[in-house]
């Protein structure tokens, strides 16, 4: 695809004037990133491309207001938070209308009974194991880290489109990484152990102590 | 950081090394994220940088996270995109918003420069976001859309009008957010409003000046200003604080009724008092700053370590290891340590902790309710700093080891290392509750509402940070007069201002209804036009938490606040004498009789739901989950003791086909118990026996956990119910209120239940807990001694665990011909939009077994009336409980659950009660058990209420119709009789006339709304209410400048 020159907002509001190949652009500008959000959250099984089309609809059908500050960065990251609100409320939705989430949960339930499950990944299963790991953790952390894992945002604007204190972002990353870190400690052993063995040992009794 | 500097960090007892430890290693683990996410300042990267570069084993938590971080990363594929088809799909579904027919609405306010198109209610949803959507009151439907289409069509006169359908539309989505505006709870409220909204719509970004510009407008943020003040009171001030009293009392009168503003005793002839940063500059006040020192503001660690009191959480990240000690003295106190100022002994301090309490040891005296609050914030790790020693023979905070180094000097006094201000409170009513009660041997607490917002503001003074406190109020209104106490009584222009102020807050503020206009100046339930709105609807509400916590209260001679009141709630817990139902779920029931304080001929009418009774041995078994909280706040005043009680008490009414599981938190959540039948009594009672409390308050983990627990042992069948008992807040962890709301309320959808036990007074943060129990489909209660732990659990044991309807909605419907105006007394953070009445979706309150709730209707009848067909018709709508309560589990089981049902009574004016004392017992109770509630919440309805009355009918009725519970209340009543009076509202001439105004303009308001509607007022009565209120205006000028006249001249007699 050729680049577009033209800034998001202007973007936008070619699309509002009907401009079809402005709203196209868009989607190419944010789908990989909005498919990956929408997935971290969801996870594999589910239907998160529906829920991302449905975000992109909702673009559409009411886009959002955008404060004109005449940057065209500023317009940008207006836009980029109101997708991902809205991406995540449509995740919410989708989680609320079936029982797919109780589903999973019981799936959950069960990996984790049989534990060990996780160590027995193998090398191309990483991918699985990551996901489910990022299943396991309760929604608002996993959304947080899905924004600045792979969103790239910063806990600011993490904070901004969460709705939730800076602070509160900073426990919630610290403490969904320190759960996935746990989570995936079978297959973070063989590349730590080539760094620094001793370190290891010393986790031990720091974790130990919390 | 290393765990022997840790130990050395803290000397507190009441810490045990461990918690401390954990909370140390979380929040360094956070700051490692943030410096490996790059989200450090540089003099924070440095520090960490240092520490990195000192421990080994930091350096492998870091590699660790690293790992972590880029396993993730590139675990899950980054290039993707929408299918073709999916793609396809979209732009064929995707019709330009312009081709939309009906409304196409540009955005509003009007100044956004970019405008693609919105939808109204994106439009709505900005408003949503400043908290203006208060301007559609909770009144009846109408005016809103009419409002909206002319806002819309003044913002662009091209575009086409809303039709029929967007209007309803509109309305449906307005619904929420107006139900959240009629709740009083601003934030609590408008964040339900806010959930509704964002199914639909993201909210944009509200830009911050209209943020403000609308908060302004709204008079919602309220500035106090912080100063100094000497609070040495001798003869010569008299004068003066005479004066004072009296503003206060106008204050007080302004803002709702029930806080005046601290006085200032200030020195004679100085500037007394001044409104904004200015007053920082005067060299008086500095003077007075210096006389405060940093020892002094210091003083001694207290019961519960800084670092467990929360001022960690929602800082800027890289701050987050900047704790703050608070510390709140009355201001007699506060003179003594000026006095003394190195000899700040542990009697003589007030504590003071996150949101809410202060604990104040011993306050004497009852000069004045002012309470100062000195801050320091220092870091706890990080840095350079060398660990101190910090022996015993060194009391200082816990954190005392890291040395603060001062900001002044070079460097402009960025370093955050250590800051103090000095604040005045408004809330000084509490204070004066407190030094009015010195024999006290138990410690009080008071609250501070969200002081945290100080330490965002700065300025710097002699080396101390000080700033103002921002006291954000949940009620609209008290910008003008919350942080005004005297007036630099020099220029005339400056009294012209300060009258003009109170005169401008009398009126109806830009874009206010009547009834927000009530709630602003009042902060109670307005007598609504039957005429405008002949509909009222609130959400069921069986809790009896604020009539204990209130007794509790008054027991020890405290004046609870007017928040604390629920008026609902004192009416419920009294025998309503109306017989529960043989079969059918409730029994709806409605007397009538002449208002017994009402002055112009006023009826109350009463309509009593009352839930249908199960004998203990019938009733479900129970899937209970105890989520107990175990922080250090606990130890206080016996709680965990109590709390064990309760546990006990619970598990000996459970049979053995119940099972049970206790979940414990404090700075983490841990499971003690996981869900075993409760047969096995030694299991549970050693769990039970081993709860010890310890650390911080991370409710949000406790829930989780627990809900964890209660989903894994999910019960068909059987009623699954999570238990939180807590004395209060939240302060580490996610201490969101909303998002912890939000997953209460998304649990709930599972068919758990969740009940909330508040122990304790003061940290006990009464609101979440029952706005938990709200959204968890349960009830809240309170307990403060085993006594009442029996009644609550035992002998209210199958009201509490055992639902009979959820979604409880009434709706009482006037008949316009015959009722001019109605007032709901209570339910003020329950009200629920009329059109939301048969919405099935909006959440409402359950109902237990046995339950009964009341409402009480003041009400005006047409004096043309003709007394046919129902005056007033009462409907119930209720969901049954869960499916999964009766073990069915399928969909359609769910939806028949879903599925409400409705029942109806109709009032007709044949019916009532000639003479009060000719009702039944349960009506008059009623009837006195409100009108005390209203009188503790210092209702402007209950101005001029003859207290004498009150007391003189109770003890009648007490004769009449014997109860123990009401028996209790008569006690109260007369004991408490000279603390509950001394609090009533003010009556001098200033407030007199200041409320004569602010009425004046409401009426005004309400007949421009009438107006509107029906197009019948007179130019004439406009005119004359016009100049009426400009001949007020001018006499509360000339009081106030009289006052600040003879406040001039000491030697002349009291003014009052």
């Known amino acids: 695809m050729t680049t577009d020159p033209r800034s998001q907002g202007d973007l936008l509001s070619a699309w509002c004037d009907g401009d079809a190949a402005a709203f196209d652009r868009l989607v190419s500008l944010y789908e990989a990133r909005l498919l990956r959000h929408a997935r971290s959250i969801l996870g594999e099984c589910a239907e998160y491309e529906d829920v991302v089309q449905e975000a992109f609809l909702r673009l559409a059908k009411a886009p959002p207001t955008l404060a004109a500050t005449g940057e065209a960065e500023a317009e940008e990251a207006q836009l980029t938070s109101w997708l991902y609100k809205v991406t995540k409320n449509c995740c919410m939705d989708a989680l609320r209308s079936n029982n797919r989430r109780k589903k999973r949960e019981e799936e959950v339930a069960l990996t984790e009974a049989t534990s060990g499950g996780i160590a027995r990944v193998e090398e191309d299963d990483t991918r699985m194991a990551v996901e489910r790991g990022l299943q396991k953790l309760p929604l608002d952390q996993r959304e947080v880290l899905a924004l600045r894992l792979f969103g790239d945002r910063s806990y600011k604007e993490i904070a901004e489109i969460t709705g939730k204190k800076i602070g509160t972002v900073g426990w919630l990353i610290s403490v969904g990484l320190k759960a996935l870190q746990g989570e995936l400690a079978s297959l973070l052993q063989p590349r730590a152990a080539g760094h620094d063995t001793t370190g290891d040992a010393q986790v031990g009794t720091l974790q130990g102590g919390m | 950081m290393s765990a022997s500097n840790d130990k050395n960090q803290h000397q507190d007892t009441d810490h045990t090394p461990d918690g401390e430890r954990a909370d140390e290693a979380q929040r360094q683990h956070e700051r490692l994220c943030a410096y490996v996410f790059g989200e450090v300042d540089d003099a924070e990267r440095a520090r960490i940088e240092a520490e990195l570069a000192a421990s080994p084993e930091l350096r492998a938590e870091r590699e660790r996270l690293e790992a972590t971080i880029s396993l993730v990363r590139d675990a899950i594929p980054s290039e993707e995109a929408l299918s073709a088809t999916a793609r396809e799909e979209l732009r064929g579904a995707a019709v330009r918003p312009s081709e939309r027919e009906g409304a196409v609405v540009h955005p509003w306010p009007v100044q956004l420069a970019r405008h693609p198109v919105a939808r109204a209610a994106a439009v709505l949803a900005v408003l949503t976001g400043a908290a203006t959507l208060a301007y559609w009151s909770e009144h009846n439907a109408a005016p809103t859309a009419v409002y909206l289409g002319e806002e819309l069509a003044q913002a662009n006169p091209a575009e086409e009008r809303m039709d029929g359908a967007d209007e309803e539309r509109i309305q449906n989505e307005l619904a929420p957010a107006k139900q959240a505006t009629a709740k009083r709870d601003g934030e609590r409220g408008l964040s339900g409003g806010l959930d509704a909204v964002r199914v639909d719509f993201a909210r944009p970004p509200l830009e911050a000046p209209e943020a403000e510009e609308a908060r302004r407008s709204l008079g919602q943020t309220e500035a106090t200003e912080l100063f100094f003040s000497d609070a040495g009171v001798d003869a010569d001030h008299e004068e003066l604080s005479s004066v004072n009293e009296s503003l206060k009392e106008a204050d007080a009168l302004l803002s709702g009724g029930n806080m005046p503003a601290p006085s200032t005793l200030p020195e004679s002839g100085e500037v007394v008092f001044d409104y904004g940063a200015a007053a920082f500059k005067q060299p008086t006040v500095q003077d007075q700053i210096g006389g405060v020192t940093l020892e002094a503001l210091g003083a001694d660690p207290s019961t519960e370590s800084l670092s467990a009191l929360g001022y960690l959480a929602g800082g800027e990240a890289g701050a987050a290891d900047t704790p703050v000690d608070l510390y709140g003295w009355t201001a007699e106190e506060l003179a003594k340590k000026r006095g003394r100022e190195s000899k700040a002994t542990r009697e003589n301090k007030v504590m003071l902790a996150r949101t809410a309490p202060v604990t104040g040891g011993g306050a004497q005296g009852d000069q004045g309710g002012e309470v100062f609050v000195g801050a320091r914030l220092h ?45 005045t409170e408004t809330r000084s009513e509490d204070a004066l509750s407190l030094g009015s009660s010195a024999r006290r041997k138990d410690k009080n607490t008071f609250s501070f509402e969200n002081l945290t917002a100080a330490l965002e503001l700065d300025e710097e003074i002699d080396g101390f940070f000080v700033g103002k406190v921002e006291l954000r109020d949940e009620r609209f209104g008290r910008e003008l007069v919350g942080g005004r106490r005297a007036v630099e009584l020099v220029g005339p222009e400056e009294r012209r201002a300060y009258s003009d102020e109170i005169i401008r807050f009398c009126r109806v503020q830009p874009d206010e209804t009547p009834s927000m206009m009530f709630f602003r100046c009042w902060g109670d339930n307005p007598f609504e036009l039957a005429q405008l709105d002949p509909l009222s609807t609130f959400s069921a509400d069986v809790d009896t938490a604020s009539y204990t916590l209130a007794r509790n209260y008054l027991s020890r001679g405290v004046m609870p606040t007017k928040e604390q009141i629920r008026t609902e709630e004192f009416v419920n817990y009294f025998d309503s004498g109306v017989a529960a139902p043989p079969a059918a779920p409730f029994a709806l029931h409605m007397d009538m009789a002449p208002s017994l304080f009402g002055k112009n001929g006023e009826w109350m009418l009463r309509v009593v739901l009352r839930g249908k009774e199960v004998d203990k041995a019938d009733r479900q078994n129970l899937a209970l989950t105890f989520v107990v909280d175990t922080s250090g706040s606990m130890k206080q005043e016996n709680r965990m003791e109590l709390v064990k009680h309760a546990l006990r008490l619970l598990v000996g009414e459970m049979f053995p086909a119940d099972s049970i599981a206790i979940v414990a938190f404090s700075t983490e959540a841990r499971v003690v118990l996981p869900m075993t039948s409760a047969s096995n009594k030694g299991v549970i009672e050693s769990a039970i026996y081993g709860l010890t409390a310890d650390g911080s308050t991370n409710a949000d983990a406790g829930l989780r956990v627990g809900y964890e627990i209660a989903g894994a042992g999910l019960t068909p069948g059987a009623n699954n119910r999570v238990v939180l008992l807590s004395d209060g807040v939240a302060n580490v962890g996610n201490t969101d209120e909303t998002s912890i709301l939000a997953s209460v309320e998304h649990q709930r959808s599972k068919g758990i239940y969740l009940n909330t036990i508040g122990v304790g007074m003061g940290n006990h943060n009464d609101a979440l807990l029952e706005q938990l129990a709200d959204k968890g489909d349960g009830i809240c209660n309170y307990i403060d001694t085993p006594d009442e732990a029996y009644k609550v659990l035992v002998e209210n044991f199958t009201g509490a665990f055992q639902p009979i309807a959820r979604d409880v909605k009434i709706q009482v419907e006037f008949d316009p011909a015959q009722v001019q105006s109605y007032r709901l007394l209570g339910y003020e953070n329950r009200t629920v939009a009329d059109v939301d009445f048969r919405n099935d979706a909006v959440d409402a309150g359950e109902v237990g077994a046995g339950h009964q709730v009341t409402a009480l209707y003041e009400l005006v009848r047409m004096p043309t009336a003709t007394n046919d067909g129902p005056l007033a018709t009462a409907r119930v709508r209720y969901k049954p409980p869960f499916a999964i309560d009766r073990g069915e589990m399928g969909s359609e089981a769910q939806e028949a659950a879903e599925k409400a049902q409705e029942i109806e009574r109709a009032f007709a004016f044949r019916e009532v009660a000639t003479a009060f004392q000719g009702t039944e017992p349960g009506y008059q109770r009623a009837v006195l058990i409100g009108q005390l509630a209203e009188f503790l919440r210092r209702s402007v309805h209950a101005r001029g209420d003859s207290y004498a009355t009150l007391v003189q009918e109770a003890l009648r009725l007490q004769r009449e119709a014997t109860d123990e519970d009401f028996d209790e209340l008569c006690q109260l009543l007369v004991q408490h009789q000279a603390l509950i009076t001394s609090h009533l509202p003010a009556d001098d001439e200033i407030a007199r006339a200041i409320e004569e105004l602010t009425r004046h303009h409401y009426l005004r308001g309400q007949l421009d709304q009438l107006h509107r509607e029906v197009d019948e007022l007179s130019e004439e009565v406009l005119e004359e209410i016009r100049s009426e209120n400009e001949s007020i205006e001018n006499r509360i000028r000339e009081l106030i400048e009289r006052q600040l006249e003879s406040a001039l001249q000491p030697e002349k007699p009291r003014v009052r």
Do not use: K
Request: glycine share 26%; hydrophobic share 20%.
């Open chain 2, 379 to 423: 870091r706890l790790s990080g840095g350079p700093s060398t660990p101190g020693p910090a022996g015993p023979s060194t009391p200082g905070p816990p954190s005392s080891s890291a040395t603060p180094t001062r900001g002044g000097g070079g460097g402009g006094g960025t370093d955050p290392a250590f800051r103090a201000f000095t604040a």
